[in-house]
């Protein structure tokens, strides 16, 4: 138990208050025993207004790791390991956003500088705190698990556009499916279409196979994971936080007035989700984990692991393309 954090009020500041990290800075705001002590961003007057909105203080980054315990980094992937590094070796404990940083190597350094200061860092793979994950992740334990099928899909806005299919949207997938068997894939194939705005992958687990799908171009938008079992089908919908579990009963042969009828249902089973905001439910383990000097649920090493696949994948389709291209000529 960290003696002195557990005494007092966590003071939590945010770097990067775009739209996430403005969602960070509201949450620490509401949080029981933490104080949102100050944000900071390169834009000094979305800064402002931030800190207006949430009763706090804009200050400089430098400020925020002399006045903060614990921080989110909510900044553009490549200044990852810049600002995630300065906060560490101040002593400050960091929860960063996915990916962990811009390369594995980058961020294996940052597991040893958190290793080496004696703080916690985190990574913001939210959907491990979805509560219809956590709820498919308990019932899987028992299930003999034939496939998993992950859908991130939806229609484009001009703020996603700028980014990568496969860092933004899919990288979600590939940590929960990771966490959920406990492994990273043994071969994986993928393939992109639309400029990288729609991309698959296929991830081989020892005898379990995953499918994901990231798409921008998807006139709907669905937040769906499916897991086939060989006694049920689990469907999770991310969006609604709800569990279904379909299972088959045996097909009835029943007599009426001398004639014979088959009759064969589902049975659909609902499990009780605790719903609730993932992000509070992500920084409330987080502050947890600081509090109690314990390990954090999404580890370093995990976002190490899942910025390993969502390369490879990156790089699979890129080399798809290329062959496409080559091909076409």
């Given at each position: 138990m960290n003696r002195t954090l557990s005494s007092r009020p966590i003071r939590a500041g945010v770097i990067g208050v775009g739209t996430m990290g403005e969602n960070h800075a509201r949450v620490y705001s509401e949080l029981p025993g933490v104080e949102l002590t100050c944000v900071t961003d390169h834009d000094e007057?979305?800064?402002?207004?931030?800190?207006?909105?949430?009763?706090?203080?804009?200050?400089?980054?430098?400020?925020?790791?002399?006045?903060?315990?614990?921080?989110?980094?909510?900044?553009?992937t490549p200044v990852h390991y810049d600002v995630v590094s300065d906060c560490l070796n101040a002593g400050v404990h960091v929860l960063v956003e996915k990916p962990i940083a811009e390369t594995i190597e980058q961020g294996r350094a940052l597991a040893e500088?958190?290793?080496?200061?004696g703080v916690v860092l985190q990574v913001g793979h939210i959907e491990r705190f979805n509560p219809a994950v956590q709820t498919v992740s308990d019932l899987i334990e028992d299930?003999?698990?034939?496939?998993?099928?992950?859908?991130?899909?939806?229609?484009?806005?001009?703020?996603?556009?700028?980014?990568?299919?496969?860092?933004?949207?899919?990288?979600?997938?590939?940590?929960?499916?990771?966490?959920?068997?406990?492994?990273?894939?043994?071969?994986?194939?993928?393939?992109?279409?639309?400029?990288g705005q729609y991309a698959t992958a296929t991830m081989q687990y020892d005898d379990i196979v995953a499918s994901l799908t990231a798409s921008r171009v998807t006139q709907k938008k669905v937040r769906k994971l499916t897991v086939t079992a060989r006694e049920c089908l689990v469907e999770v919908d991310y969006l609604e936080q709800s569990v279904l579990?379909?299972?088959?009963?045996?097909?009835?042969?029943?007599t009426d007035d001398?004639?014979?009828?088959y009759r064969h249902e589902s049975?659909?089973?609902?499990?009780?989700?605790?719903?609730?905001?993932?992000?509070?439910?992500?920084?409330?383990?987080?502050?947890?984990?600081?509090?109690?000097?314990?390990?954090p649920v999404v580890t370093a090493e995990d976002g190490i692991e899942a910025l390993e696949?969502?390369?490879?994948?990156?790089?699979?389709?890129?080399?798809?393309?290329?062959?496409?291209?080559?091909?076409?000529?």
């Open positions: 007057d979305v800064a402002q207004r931030v800190a207006d909105a949430y009763e706090t203080d804009a200050v400089s980054p430098e400020t925020v790791r002399d006045r903060c315990d614990v921080v989110t980094v909510a900044v553009p500088l958190a290793r080496d200061n299930l003999d698990v034939i496939s998993l099928e992950a859908e991130r899909l939806g229609p484009p806005t001009d703020r996603e556009a700028l980014g990568n299919v496969i860092f933004d949207l899919m990288v979600h997938d590939i940590d929960v499916v990771g966490s959920i068997l406990g492994d990273q894939p043994d071969t994986v194939t993928a393939m992109g279409a639309d400029g579990i379909h299972r088959d009963s045996y097909p009835e042969y029943l001398g004639k014979r009828r049975v659909v089973e609902r499990p009780r989700v605790d719903n609730g905001e993932p992000l509070r439910h992500e920084l409330e383990a987080f502050v947890e984990a600081v509090r109690t000097d314990s390990e696949t969502v390369q490879l994948v990156d790089s699979l389709v890129g080399d798809e393309k290329q062959k496409r291209e080559v091909e076409a000529r």
